[in-house]
């Protein structure tokens, strides 16, 4: 097993340090490799995802990424932005599959916007295609408008289209994610005013014939947005397009609380996986020492579930991560009254005990 460690710009450094000494107290055998990636690879190499970096990610069985990105890179030309890394990887490895997950730790429901029993044991999985959809669809542009309300007017436009292997792979996906939990499947969709969706929906429901165990329903994509903040522990795996998975994705991100808890996994065909955490590289806070590195952390339990096939070893971080919340050790964005603010070093050290004791 080989895993690719790209840290990139901001606090991706730091919290990707505290992952890579999780990682390396499991004593699991696996060889890995540090590159450059992002602003920290433009200085260096004067491009964000060098030929160098790009063969790690492809040769490796995983790629656990930072965060890119800093302000100051704003003003150079878009190819060269640090956040063209993200998509290049993407695209160079086939990554189509986003897998969010949106857990809301009992130690942390006060941290949530919703009411503490909306979100108290909340945990959801939201599964978004990532390679089709209004995002990419040609064509696209400018023209003046020869029919429609105004003709001769300036327009823009994009098209929404999914293929049918594309709809069928993120199915199985989805499918496959359920027998792993609760086996239920929620496709979100706009089949009622959408052509593309109506079709995603009848594949959807013909994929689920192939698993009978699985229950599947459908659901709108506004109802869907309703539903997320009304009862969001209804749902359980919620499989949807780019666009839709995009904003839901989102939304059940902030009924959990902090953003620096959540990690994130893209895969491809293979279950070669990007795993990263759901965050940006958080210039106001980095160098400082107090970003949180637990979605990092948690990145890599999901890393090691989904590409690497060390489900116990995945379980494991996952109750160190709760043991140091019971604890009450808390960064800066999950701090309340009452509870032990840490750094980021202090927090990785602390997970790091909790392995250990747990051995
Ligand atoms: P951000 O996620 O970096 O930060 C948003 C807010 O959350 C900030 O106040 C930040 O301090 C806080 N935050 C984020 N992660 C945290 C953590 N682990 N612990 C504590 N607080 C945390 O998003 P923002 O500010 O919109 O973007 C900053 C830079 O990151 C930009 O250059 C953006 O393009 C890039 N970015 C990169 C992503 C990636 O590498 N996948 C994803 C999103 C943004
Ligand atoms: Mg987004």
């Keep these: 097993m080989k895993i690719a460690i790209l840290p990139g710009d901001g606090i991706g450094t730091e919290i990707v340090a505290e992952a890579v000494k999780v990682l390396n107290v499991l004593d699991l055998s696996f060889e890995t490799e540090t590159a450059l990636v992002g602003g920290a690879a433009y200085e260096a190499h004067g491009h964000p995802l060098p030929e160098s970096t790009l063969n790690l990610a492809k040769a490796a ?5 930072g965060a890119v990105g800093d302000w100051k890179y704003d003003k150079l030309e878009r190819a060269l932005r640090p956040e063209q890394a993200i998509l290049g990887l993407r695209k160079n490895l086939g990554l189509f599959a986003n897998f969010r997950p949106a857990i809301c730790y009992e ?12 979100v108290a044991g909340l945990d959801i999985l939201i599964i978004r295609e990532l390679t089709g959809d ?6 696209r542009g400018r023209r003046t408008a020869v029919d429609g309300l105004f003709p001769g007017a300036e327009e823009a436009f994009d098209t929404m289209r999914y293929s049918r292997p594309e709809v069928e792979r993120i ?14 499947v929620t496709s979100v969709d706009k089949a009622n005013v959408l052509e593309t969706f109506q079709f995603w929906k009848d594949i959807m429901i013909e994929v689920g014939q192939q698993y009978p165990d699985v229950a599947l329903d459908h659901m709108y994509v506004d109802n869907a947005a309703m539903q997320l903040v009304k ?27 902090s953003i620096g808890m959540l990690p994130s996994a893209s895969l491809n065909d293979r279950n070669q996986g990007l795993y990263e955490p759901s965050h940006g590289s958080a210039p106001d806070i980095a160098g400082q020492g ?3 590195p637990l979605a ?9 579930r989904y590409s690497l096939n060390q489900t116990e070893a995945a379980d494991r971080i996952e109750s160190a991560v709760s043991a140091v919340l019971s604890a009450g050790l ?21 997970v790091v005990a909790a392995l250990v004791a747990q051995t």
Aim: overall charge positive; proline content about 3%; hydrophobic content about 45%.
């Design 61 to 65: 069985d995983a790629v656990l990424f």
């Design 107 to 118: 130690q942390l429901t006060h941290a949530s916007s919703l009411k503490p029993e909306l």
């Design 134 to 139: 209004i995002y990419f669809g040609q064509p």
């Design 171 to 184: 199915a199985h996906v989805a499918f496959q994610a359920a027998r792993r939990r609760n086996k239920r």
């Design 231 to 257: 009862a969001p522990k209804k749902f359980d795996v919620v499989v949807t397009g780019n666009m839709f998975g995009d904003i839901l994705s989102d939304e059940a991100a902030m009924l959990t609380g």
């Design 290 to 292: 107090v970003a949180n």
């Design 296 to 304: 990092t952390i948690l990145s890599v339990a999901m890393m090691l």
């Design 330 to 350: 808390r960064t800066g964005d999950i701090w309340s009254e009452g509870t032990k603010r840490v750094g980021t070093r202090e927090m990785g050290d602390a």
